[in-house]
């Protein structure tokens, strides 16, 4: 058990969802990135979050690795597009723009609550600092 | 004395705990922790015994899990971070008490 554990399983939890928020504004960003029909599209970036065990290890959370999605995308006709290929077509990634919005505000949601709970911990342990002073 | 410093560990354990339940607020398969302090205290000072002071018992929630398989209440868990801080204070509050009892008695000697 280190010193201000709290703070730094919270401190944790922010990480993982800053990670989170990282990946999802990659995603959209790449919303509309266009590629070759014989390469694979954009692929979506999936952050994999994994409990440390309470106990036998520190707490709090840990990012395990970042899994890709499909790079199959959707093909469409732009003869215009300079990517396109000799029928007219470029390839587009297939990421639901409702789901990633969805996650943005799961991650900043998370965020924020961890925030709060290093909010919290700082002032009952201010207060225990101030033991036997008065 | 030992009891309030036997709550005092019992409250910090809680507070890291409640940590780790927010931290993982968003981790799939993770079942929230629960600690208990309070029934072996209880129990110790109705026995007139020495409270052991330690972190009390960590159980994981048997509440229903949602899809992902985790089972936090964010709104739960914020009112038992707040609960565990303002018990914490008091507690504070009340070694704070003794001690200041304390220091009174070796002025007046």
Same mark, same amino acid.
């Given at each position: 058990?280190?010193?201000?554990?709290?703070?730094? !399983?919270? =401190?944790?939890?922010?990480? #993982?969802?800053?990670?989170? @928020?990282?990946?999802?504004?990659?995603?959209?960003?790449? !919303?509309?990135?266009?590629?070759?029909?014989?390469?694979?599209?954009?692929?979506?970036?999936?952050?994999?979050?994994? #409990?440390?065990?309470?106990?036998?290890?520190? =707490?709090?959370?840990?990012?395990?690795?970042?899994?890709?999605?499909?790079?199959?995308?959707? !093909?469409?006709?732009?003869?215009?597009?300079?990517?396109?290929?000799?029928?007219?077509?470029?390839?587009?990634?297939?990421?639901?723009?409702?789901?990633?919005?969805?996650?943005?505000?799961?991650?900043?949601?998370?965020?924020?609550?961890?925030?709060?709970?290093?909010?919290?911990? $700082?002032?009952?342990?201010?207060?225990?600092?101030?033991?036997? $002073?008065? | 004395?030992?009891?309030?410093?036997?709550?005092?560990?019992?409250?910090?354990?809680?507070?890291?705990?409640?940590?780790?339940?927010?931290?993982?607020?968003?981790?799939?398969?993770?079942?929230?922790?629960?600690?208990?302090?309070?029934?072996?205290? $209880?129990?110790?000072?109705?026995?007139?015994?020495?409270?052991?002071?330690?972190?009390?018992?960590?159980?994981?929630?048997?509440?229903?899990?949602?899809?992902?398989?985790?089972?936090?209440?964010?709104?739960?868990?914020?009112? !038992?971070?707040?609960?565990?801080? @303002?018990?914490?204070?008091?507690?504070?509050? #009340?070694?704070?008490? $003794?001690?200041?009892?304390?220091?009174?008695? @070796?002025?007046?000697?």
């Amino acid at each position: 058990m280190a010193l201000f554990d709290a703070m730094s !399983i919270a =401190g944790s939890g922010m990480m #993982a969802h800053r990670k989170w @928020l990282d990946a999802v504004s990659d995603n959209i960003s790449n !919303i509309n990135t266009a590629s070759r029909t014989s390469d694979d599209a954009f692929k979506e970036r999936m952050v994999d979050v994994q #409990a440390v065990d309470y106990g036998s290890g520190d =707490g709090g959370v840990r990012v395990a690795g970042v899994q890709f999605g499909s790079g199959e995308g959707r !093909i469409v006709n732009e003869p215009d597009n300079p990517l396109a290929d000799a029928d007219g077509n470029v390839k587009y990634p297939d990421i639901d723009l409702g789901d990633q919005m969805a996650e943005l505000m799961m991650a900043q949601r998370g965020y924020q609550a961890n925030a709060a709970v290093i909010d919290r911990a $700082k002032d009952a342990y201010q207060a225990a600092l101030q033991l036997g $002073k008065g | 004395m030992t009891a309030l410093h036997s709550a005092l560990t019992g409250l910090a354990e809680r507070q890291r705990v409640t940590a780790d339940n927010i931290a993982n607020v968003n981790t799939p398969g993770f079942l929230a922790g629960r600690t208990n302090f309070e029934n072996a205290l $209880k129990s110790a000072v109705g026995n007139g015994a020495t409270p052991a002071v330690s972190g009390g018992t960590v159980s994981r929630s048997l509440e229903p899990t949602n899809t992902n398989g985790n089972n936090v209440n964010l709104d739960s868990e914020t009112v !038992i971070a707040t609960e565990t801080g @303002l018990r914490y204070q008091l507690a504070l509050n #009340a070694l704070d008490g $003794k001690y200041s009892l304390l220091r009174s008695a @070796l002025r007046t000697s």
